[in-house]
């Protein structure tokens, strides 16, 4: 089959490519801007790749099928031929994931507000530790795994991130409709995407939609401490298990610590010890990822004998780029990269970096670019969230012009109630600005010892790597 995508280099559609490729297919696909990393991935995989959007050439390579990309909206030209002419078949990269990719084999999906691509990259390193060979698709840069998506072996799980986000400009559903979970993980949920959800009901309801679809015979994995979550049980079908630190639930996470190193807890499986964990990730929140993931893979292997599944691996456990990632360290200076943007990972990852480094100085600085933190929906909460750092940088708001004066997230109110409570705070225009002012405040002005945590969902116009250079050229001229 000759499989075209429409808008190929985009990470998710240029992996599924890939993966496609490498089960025989003819692949091929367009895109507006041709740029890596996707584009060299794809030439490595002898995929053809082809600039621009050109109606005339769809027509010429006569595929048997288009994938659409989410990106794709209307007056693009190779779409608007397959609407007018009807003669080559179309879906989105969801549809296409469940019917090439997931028919005939244990999905394993893992979905929730948070945490989704740490709890995946979890699931698969740690059923690749068990001696399988999984499927799977993360959306991320795994540094445990040899690439962030691949087709294992296919009388094994498929392990994929559960996005609740919608599927095609055709498809408003959200994406983990399609994906057929035998095994379901609703790590939490919030109001997110606020251009597409209505309020925490609406995606309350879309969650619901996503747990219709498990099958008798699947398993539900809830997190017990979230009340969010809890409102979606009971649940008839399937069985349910809840995750979490509370005594009631079916896996328990105890007698948790954190520092530096890491963290360390137990896991209680149904009243009785599995396993001690050590790993180098902090935070509750990742002790719940794990605690997901090491149930999902025992559920997907070992179901009647849980605790047979080992953990030990997860002490070797490196995590996935962009997620809690060190990108330098010195006894003075120690940067960190987050991919946090809702207010409650902010704050949950401020105040784990709080308890593992309490002698210092923690400095946020969080870049609003998705759809909701560009909004003042979560205005008040930011402010609580960002209170948990000793000083906090502001970089503008993304695309402004989209969002009128009503809606568009307010820097000076958030930067003046910061200061308010007794915080350091600034907001700038322009994230070169912003560069210049960390360059003279972080590296000279009290010589405190100091965590600087780079808080985007994007590229931060690159000064993330501009400021670690800065760093290395400064640290060691003093050395």
């Given at each position: 089959?000759?499989?075209?995508?429409?808008?190929?280099?985009?990470?998710?559609m240029?992996?599924?490519?890939?993966?496609?490729?490498?089960?025989?297919?003819?692949?091929?696909?367009?895109?507006?801007?041709?740029?890596?990393?996707?584009?060299?991935?794809?030439?490595r995989n002898?995929?053809?790749i082809?600039?621009?959007?050109?109606?005339?050439?769809?027509?010429?390579?006569?595929?048997?099928?288009?994938?659409?990309?989410n990106?794709?909206?209307?007056g693009n030209e190779?779409?608007?031929?397959?609407?007018?002419?009807?003669?080559?078949?179309?879906?989105?990269?969801?549809?296409?994931?469940?019917?090439?990719?997931l028919?005939?084999r244990?999905?394993?999906?893992v979905?929730?507000?948070?945490?989704?691509?740490?709890?995946?990259?979890?699931?698969t390193?740690?059923?690749?530790?068990n001696?399988?060979d999984?499927g799977?698709?993360i959306?991320g840069?795994?540094?445990?795994?040899?690439?962030g998506?691949?087709?294992?072996?296919?009388?094994?799980?498929?392990?994929?991130?559960g996005?609740e986000?919608d599927?095609?400009?055709?498809?408003?559903?959200?994406?983990?409709i399609h994906?057929?979970?035998?095994?379901a993980i609703?790590?939490?949920?919030?109001f997110?995407?606020?251009?597409?959800?209505?309020?925490?009901?609406?995606?309350?309801?879309?969650?619901?939609h996503?747990?219709?679809?498990v099958?008798?015979n699947?398993?539900?994995l809830?997190n017990?401490?979230?009340?969010?979550?809890?409102?979606?049980?009971?649940?008839?079908?399937?069985?349910?298990?809840?995750?979490?630190t509370?005594?009631?639930?079916?896996?328990?996470?105890?007698d948790f610590?954190?520092?530096s190193?890491g963290?360390?807890?137990?896991?209680?499986?149904?009243g009785?010890?599995?396993?001690?964990v050590r790993?180098?990730?902090?935070?509750?929140?990742?002790?719940?990822?794990?605690?997901?993931?090491?149930l999902a893979?025992?559920?997907?292997?070992?179901?009647?004998?849980?605790?047979?599944?080992?953990?030990?691996?997860?002490?070797?456990?490196r995590?996935?780029?962009?997620?809690?990632?060190?990108?330098?360290?010195?006894e003075?200076?120690?940067?960190?990269?987050?991919?946090?943007?809702h207010?409650?990972?902010?704050?949950?990852?401020?105040?784990?970096?709080?308890t593992?480094?309490?002698d210092?100085?923690?400095?946020?600085?969080?870049?609003?670019?998705?759809n909701?933190?560009?909004?003042?929906?979560?205005q008040?909460?930011?402010?609580e969230?960002?209170?948990?750092?000793?000083?906090?940088?502001?970089?503008?708001?993304s695309?402004?012009e989209?969002?009128?004066?009503?809606?568009?997230?307010?820097?000076?109110?958030?930067?003046?109630?910061?200061?308010?409570?007794g915080?350091?705070?600034?907001?700038?225009?322009?994230?070169r600005?912003?560069?210049?002012?960390?360059?003279t405040n972080?590296?000279?002005?009290?010589r405190?010892?100091?965590?600087?945590?780079?808080?985007s969902n994007g590229?931060?116009?690159?000064?993330?790597?501009d400021?670690v250079?800065?760093?290395?050229?400064r640290?060691?001229?003093?050395?």
């Amino acid at each position: 089959m000759h499989v075209y995508f429409l808008g190929i280099c985009g990470t998710a559609m240029g992996n599924i490519a890939v993966l496609l490729k490498q089960l025989g297919n003819r692949v091929s696909g367009s895109d507006r801007k041709v740029y890596p990393p996707m584009s060299d991935v794809l030439r490595r995989n002898n995929i053809e790749i082809l600039e621009g959007v050109d109606a005339d050439r769809l027509v010429s390579l006569d595929p048997d099928l288009v994938v659409v990309g989410n990106s794709t909206v209307r007056g693009n030209e190779e779409f608007e031929w397959l609407l007018a002419e009807k003669k080559i078949p179309f879906t989105s990269l969801p549809a296409l994931i469940h019917d090439q990719l997931l028919k005939n084999r244990l999905s394993i999906v893992v979905a929730g507000t948070h945490g989704k691509t740490t709890t995946a990259t979890l699931t698969t390193f740690l059923l690749r530790e068990n001696g399988v060979d999984p499927g799977y698709f993360i959306g991320g840069v795994p540094h445990d795994l040899p690439s962030g998506a691949s087709n294992g072996s296919p009388d094994a799980p498929f392990v994929i991130e559960g996005d609740e986000y919608d599927s095609a400009l055709f498809d408003k559903r959200s994406k983990f409709i399609h994906y057929a979970p035998n095994i379901a993980i609703v790590n939490n949920i919030e109001f997110d995407h606020a251009d597409i959800f209505r309020d925490l009901a609406d995606v309350q309801r879309s969650f619901n939609h996503f747990l219709r679809i498990v099958p008798d015979n699947g398993y539900i994995l809830l997190n017990g401490d979230d009340p969010a979550v809890a409102a979606l049980a009971p649940v008839s079908w399937g069985t349910t298990y809840r995750v979490g630190t509370g005594a009631g639930n079916d896996l328990q996470i105890a007698d948790f610590t954190e520092s530096s190193a890491g963290a360390e807890f137990s896991l209680i499986w149904q009243g009785k010890l599995w396993e001690k964990v050590r790993m180098p990730l902090g935070g509750i929140f990742n002790a719940r990822n794990a605690a997901m993931a090491a149930l999902a893979g025992a559920l997907a292997e070992v179901p009647e004998r849980v605790t047979d599944f080992k953990l030990s691996a997860l002490a070797d456990f490196r995590g996935v780029k962009r997620r809690q990632e060190r990108l330098f360290s010195s006894e003075e200076l120690l940067v960190i990269e987050d991919f946090g943007h809702h207010p409650t990972a902010l704050k949950q990852a401020l105040q784990s970096f709080r308890t593992a480094y309490p002698d210092r100085k923690l400095t946020a600085i969080f870049e609003p670019r998705s759809n909701t933190s560009r909004r003042n929906i979560h205005q008040k909460e930011l402010i609580e969230s960002l209170c948990e750092a000793d000083e906090i940088y502001l970089g503008p708001v993304s695309r402004p012009e989209m969002l009128s004066d009503r809606e568009r997230l307010d820097l000076e109110a958030v930067t003046d109630e910061l200061k308010k409570n007794g915080r350091f705070a600034a907001h700038f225009s322009t994230n070169r600005d912003l560069l210049e002012e960390l360059r003279t405040n972080t590296f000279d002005r009290d010589r405190a010892a100091r965590l600087v945590v780079f808080f985007s969902n994007g590229s931060f116009d690159g000064i993330i790597a501009d400021y670690v250079s800065a760093a290395e050229s400064r640290i060691s001229e003093r050395d």
